[in-house]
Nanobody
Framework: QVQLMESGGGAVQTGGSLKLSCALS????????MGWFRQAPGKEREGVAS???????TYADSVRGRFTISRDNARRFLYLQMDSLKPEDSAMYYC??????????????????WGQGTQVTVSS
């Protein structure tokens, strides 16, 4: 049973940076495909970035070039480096494990295990 716990959220000003972490416990995750999602109040959960078994990354258009997803297999952590933050990036951010290797990064239904979320607030 895989468990996830996010950390690293906070409040920053426009243009600032944050690095989110997602700690995994349970079964080894090195073969897992994982992703970051976010959800703002009144909006649907949206995919931000994902990483597959080959460490290939996929990004939403809205964050490409500003966010970087990575992971450390040895430490069982997933990261999301967020630079040049904008107010529209404000949301609760969640990490998740894909159900299978065949997933769509932006579809929450393709992900089975979720963390509790960490809040990111960007002020103008």
């Amino acid at each position: 049973q895989v468990q996830l716990m996010e950390s690293g959220g906070g409040a920053v000003q426009t243009g600032g940076s944050l690095k989110l972490s997602c700690a995994l416990s349970g079964n080894p995750y090195s073969s897992y495909c994982m992703g970051w999602f976010r959800q703002a109040p009144g909006k649907e959960r949206e995919g931000v970035a994902s990483i597959d078994d080959d460490n290939s990354a996929t990004y939403a258009d809205s964050v490409r070039g500003r966010f970087t997803i990575s992971r450390d297999n040895a430490r069982r952590f997933l990261y999301l480096q967020m630079d040049s933050l904008k107010p529209e990036d404000s949301a609760m951010y969640y990490c998740a494990v894909a159900k299978t290797r065949h997933f769509i990064y932006s579809d929450p239904a393709d992900f089975g295990t979720w963390g509790q979320g960490t809040q990111v607030t960007v002020s103008s």
